[in-house]
């Protein structure tokens, strides 16, 4: 009963106290804002209308039908362009992204039998769309090419594929979708450590936390005390969260609004804790945010696997991201937002976030201080 | 005039002797950087490899074995399973088993080896992770066609294709992500060093209380402003041209532009940076304050600058606001001298609204620190 | 009733220990002084009590409890109040009470009636609703005080509860704390106001960690009776200089002036008939009271005796009788709320003047106009005949200042600290060399030229803080309560030298809390809510408020007196 009240009691101040803290609701609100308001604006890897310039060095009718094919497409919109210089001098310019070249003889080779031969330049200085770019040229091309042997005859096969693409839980492919869970992952970091962190570490500059214990409260108290206000706080900006990017930028929530609480509850519990845990290892406020952020902000930014490729990165650095929670947690947010439920993934992707939960709150329990 | 130049001189060399003096301060403007340019480095790639491929193949023809091969050799594909339905395949991507699948119909060989059908494939892949399902999508696309076209042209003429498309990569031939990250990369750590150095330096100095005493000398605040803010260039210029050396001989980037005018655009940029620190500094009481504004610029600053994602994504309004954004223009310059070894024109390009934001923001930096006084 | 039994507390990295072997008893029914300068562990002996920190060697039990092994029983007869009061800022006054109250378990039932009794008490009635960082230093402390209270401890540990306070308020709250004293109650109360430690009723005596007198204050300044004298009516322009030369003489320990006398302490009783004319050529000498601090100076060997040709390059003396410092009608608003309202007052070559006044009354916001870090509102001053309004950096390079707080560059050398000062302060080349050298020598820090400022001990920090505020030989010294904290020694030392800069001419500003130092001023002005309501020599302030009842009062006395006139005048 003591040992309730107590709690209640430190609960409660925490409370006030970050709502009359200016630098704490800007913690808490203004930077949550607008870090889903870039994410969703700002960050998009759609490859769309890619600016692709056609050089017809051969201006027969074959050049022409390939031309022609080129014409309707979502991945890129054409510009046509007179001389094979002037293109490479827009692509160095930055005006256009890839070039396609139909040299002179390229109906002289096909009219030689061989599949002819097309140019394509692409700009290497962004990977992701140089590879798209070209990937979607070569396969236009040889589309092209088959369809063409068709009607000559030529091929003693047809041989067309018809290759039905189905992108599952985001036909459109757009790159928000996923990136969305990232951004909540990061808030709810950004709150549950960076917040925790230097809220806690201010009550050891300022000698409130020396008053504190002096009145009797024990280490259970103390951390669970902590604990809950920046829990419930983060879980409210999970929800907040939610409910704003429903709202812009209408991403689709296929899953079910438990399965969203459960598994931001259960990585919140590993941020908040963590926060609580460098606070009462670095009591300085500088140096409890410096390590927020190298602990908590960055690896949920870099190593989530919500941007950038987890399957990409050296092994090494693929095993350290088992260490983060962020890693589990977003494949659960994608899962939710975009397919639905699947209790099984989430369970086992929740099971992990809870296994290195256990270690992050026993080591903050044993952490929290008694003394000075 | 000459005492304001002498003050200014000894104000700098005051920063200066701080900053490198103790192992603390002057790891702070080593250390990080160069985490931060390893991490990102290794970490930071949109390039989709290692994938899992999941195969339903329902036809027993040697038409669809021989198709299928041409996946699996690919290195993209970490990994082939087979699945005996379709209904497995999607259980298998739902679940995340594998992140893509394909599935032959009972029919493919048939229609390959027909004239006048068309072989129909399924190729499902998990639009959970959007960027790599696109990518995956068109590679599989490529190789589906290409395929395709050699079936055709082996069995008409008995030997295999040898011309299709010639593809050239420009300003970064294998397409390593790496290399086109980098000069984006080394303008991230020229600005949180550029923050770095300055955010801090006002309210660190309030907060130990020396700042009053500084205020009582005869230095007068834009002296103070001045040496401060040489300093804070003059040392961020010292820590990235360090990140710069690395990446040159250690990551073997060449410079494709010239050394002067990449100096001269750094410092530019830092200039403005730095000002936009010292306006933060000047606006904050306490290093918390400082170190939460400068934490609530840097994202911002860095997600509207192209570092992540292309500038031309974004919706009309938003790229309007990237012009005013100093980030985005050395972003631009950075991979014009690092990548592309665009014309000075079009560094100039660059460097005039740079110089722009810089004088602007240094003018709002000393008004703000004027006005803190009153 | 606590018992430290050889208590030693070594903390890592540290050559010396913060406690070193202690041993004393403290007793109920009575309040213990724990006093001693800054450094001389005086908080660590009390976060060993509360169990905030452990013991390195030896024990300490509280009643009988062991504060290691059985740290929550003593927690929880104790109310503690640790530096800067323990207060949650963005909560109000109730807010903070009410949390220590649950914190505490205070039965929900006691707790109106005993919020009301606590309010009452501290007189914070009518400022519940206000949050605690919108309290006054004085207020804060007895917030902090009525949490400390809530359960009515047993054990009351307060920690410098009277850090930059008041008088008027330091009086209230001892007022208020002997209200608390009942036979069963422990009270420890450290300070660093050596002043103070007449009023416990037990004193124990730090200085670097050692216990240096344990006991009833008065035993201290027994054996002092017949040894301590005052040399009444000396002229202002004597009192310096026949400090100086009493100080050179073997049998006296320690000399300062005290308002227009100087107070002297002999090695050995004093006698009228030989000494007046042998050691005080002469002048009219009387036998006084001795204080605490003639006691304290004495255990530790006795004021610093002046070295000998110190002052090797002496600076020109300023001959003009024009005034240095002027201050013409300075006022300050911020929005609605008047600072300071019309103050004015000026002062000449080798003068010393202090600005006195409570908390809040606007002391620092006149200081900082003057010194050029505030824009007045409206009126002006003038330094050395430029005005600050119109050529602020030319009236800056005339004043020398020193803050509160150590304010000189920690990271920075010695050396490289005088050196940047004196290039700010426009001095070069060989010129600049000369007062580096100067400072050096006569501040004594040869040997600390390549330290680190921030790791020298803190009477050495002080030194170097008044080296860089005179290195450019400035007409006027600015000095913000330029010794609070630091032990008697250094004080005595600090003010020699700032009364040899007086001498040579150079106007000086003083705030302070410290009435002895407020002693050293030859004209003190006393600030109420913005306006200066007195101004005069300390004595002529003692004169005037003296009554039937105080017929000599002290300067803290005047003080309180005058500020409660003028709070009345201002009611009416």
Known sequence: ????????????????????????????????????????????????????????????????????????????????????????????????????????????????????????????????????????????????????????????????????????????????????????????????????????????????????????????????????????????????????????????????????????????????????????????????????????????????????????????????????????YVVCLQTIFMAGDVWLLLLTQIGYMCVIGAVVVCAAILKTPKRL | MLGSIRRVWRLFLKEVIIALGTPKTRNILIVPQIIELVMFSFAVSLDVTNVRLGVVNLDSGVESSTFLLSFGTKPVFKEVRYYQSYEELKEAIEQREIFAGLAVPNDFSARMLSKDETAKVQFLVDGRRANASAILGGYVAQITQTYGVQAAFQNANGEPMTSGPVVRRWFNPNLIARNSFMPGLICLITTTVGIMVSALSISREREMGTFEQLLVTPASPIEIVAGKMIAAVFLATGSVLLITAIVIFGFKLPLQGSFGLMLLTTITYLASIVSIGLMISSLSTTQQQSTLGAFIFIPPAIMLSGFAAPIENMPYWLKACTVVNPVRWEMEAMRGLFLRGTSTEAIIACLIPLAIVAAVSLLAAIYMFKRRME | ??????????????????????????????????????????????????????????????????????????????????????????????????????????????????????????????????????????????????????????????????????????????????????????????????????????????????????????????????????????????????????????????????????????????????????????????????????????????????????????????????????????????????????????????????????????????????????????????????????????????????????????????????????GVYGLSGSARDRAIERALDEYDLRRFERTKAGLMPLGFKQRLALATATIHNPDALFLDEPTSGVDPIARREFWNRVNRFAEQGVAVLVTTHFMDEAEYCDRLALILDGYKIAEGAPDELKASAATAATPDPTLEDAFIRLIKQGREGAAK
């Open chain 1, 1 to 328: 009963m003591k040992t309730v009240e107590r709690l209640g009691a430190i609960v409660w101040k925490e409370w006030l106290q970050v709502f009359r803290d200016p630098s704490a609701l800007m913690i808490a609100f203004v930077l949550p804002a607008i870090l889903l308001f870039i994410f969703g604006f700002g960050l998009s890897l759609d490859v769309t209308d890619v600016k692709t310039g056609v050089v017809l060095e051969d201006a027969s009718p074959l050049a022409r039908s390939f031309y022609n094919s080129l014409d309707a497409s979502k991945y890129i919109e054409v510009k046509f362009y007179a001389e094979r210089t002037e293109a490479e001098l827009a692509m160095r310019d930055e005006i256009i992204r890839a070039v396609v070249v139909v040299p002179n003889d390229f109906t002289k080779r096909i009219s030689q039998g061989e599949i002819g031969v097309v140019q394509i330049l692409t700009d290497g200085g962004d990977t992701n769309l140089a590879f798209i770019v070209e990937n979607y040229l070569r396969a236009a091309f040889m589309k092209w090419t088959s369809l063409r042997l068709r009607e000559t005859g030529e091929g003693g096969l047809a041989g067309k594929i018809d290759l039905e693409t189905k992108t599952m839980y985001n036909p459109a492919q757009i790159t928000r979708h996923s990136l969305i869970p990232g951004s909540i992952a990061m808030i709810l970091a950004i709150i549950g450590t960076l917040l925790t962190a230097l809220v806690v570490a201010r009550e050891w500059e300022r000698g409130t936390m020396e008053a504190t214990l002096a009145a009797s409260v024990g280490k259970f108290e103390m951390f669970v005390g902590k604990f809950i206000p920046y829990f419930l706080l983060g879980l409210a900006a999970a929800i907040g969260g939610l409910f704003l990017s429903k709202l812009l930028f209408d991403v689709p929530f296929r899953g079910s609004f438990a399965a969203y609480l459960l598994s931001s509850s259960v990585f919140l519990l590993v941020a908040t804790t963590q926060g609580i845990f460098i606070s009462s290892i670095c009591r300085d406020q500088s140096v409890a945010s410096q390590v927020a952020v190298l602990s908590g902000f960055l690896p949920n930014f870099i190593l989530s696997g919500a941007i950038f490729e987890i399957d990409a990165m050296p092994k090494i650095i693929q095993l350290v991201t088992y260490i983060f929670p962020a890693r589990y």
């Open chain 3, 1 to 422: 009733m606590i018992v430290f039994n050889a208590a030693t507390k070594r903390f890592p990295n540290s050559t010396t220990p913060a406690l070193d072997s202690i041993s004393a008893t403290i007793e109920p029914g009575k309040i213990t002084g724990l006093v001693g300068p800054d450094g001389a562990g005086k908080t660590t002996a009390l976060r060993l009590i509360a169990g905030l920190l452990t013991p390195t060697a030896g024990s300490i039990t509280a009643f009988g409890y062991d504060v290691v092994k059985q740290t929550s029983r003593v927690r929880e007869m104790m109310g503690y109040m640790p530096q800067k009061f323990g207060l949650y800022e963005d909560l109000t006054v109730m807010e903070n009470l009410s949390l220590y109250a649950k914190l505490r378990n205070l039965p929900r039932s006691r707790r109106k009636e005993r919020f009301e009794e606590l309010l009452e008490f501290t007189g914070l009635t009518l400022f519940t609703k206000r949050l605690a960082r919108r309290l006054s230093g004085g207020m804060k402390q007895k917030l902090g005080l009525a949490c400390a209270l809530i359960t009515t401890p047993r054990l009351l540990v307060l920690d410098e509860p009277g850090v930059g306070v008041d008088p008027l308020s330091r009086r209230e709250l001892w007022r208020m704390v002997r209200g608390q004293v009942t036979e069963e109650t422990v009270v420890l109360w450290s300070t660093s106001y050596l002043d103070e430690a007449e009023l416990f009723d037990e004193t124990i005596l730090l200085n670097k960690g050692k216990l240096l007198f344990a006991g009833v204050p008065k035993e201290l300044t027994k054996n002092m009776e017949g040894k301590v004298v005052r040399v009444v009516n000396v002229e202002p322009y004597e009192r310096r200089k026949l400090v100086a030369t009493l100080l050179k003489k073997e049998e006296i320990v320690d000399a300062t002036i005290h308002g227009s006398s100087i107070r002297a302490t002999m090695n050995r009783a004093f006698d009228p008939a030989s000494d007046s004319d042998a050691v005080f050529e002469g002048r009219n000498v009387v036998l006084t009271r001795p204080c605490f601090e003639d006691g304290f100076i004495d255990r530790l060997g006795g004021a610093p005796k002046e070295k000998e040709g110190a002052d090797r390059e002496p600076r020109p003396k300023r001959r003009s009788d024009e005034n240095v410092v002027v201050a013409e009608g300075l006022t300050k608003k911020f929005g609605a709320f008047t600072a300071a309202a019309d103050v004015g007052f000026e002062i000449k070559p080798g003068e010393i003047f202090g600005l006195l006044g409570p908390n809040g009354a606007g002391k620092s916001t006149i200081f900082k106009m003057l010194c050029g870090l505030l824009r007045p509102t409206s009126g002006d001053g003038y330094v050395g005949g430029v005005s600050l309004r119109k050529a602020p950096g030319a009236a800056r390079s005339r004043l020398g200042y020193m803050a509160q707080k150590f304010s000189l560059y920690a990271e920075l050398t010695v050396k490289q600290n005088l050196v940047f000062y004196a």
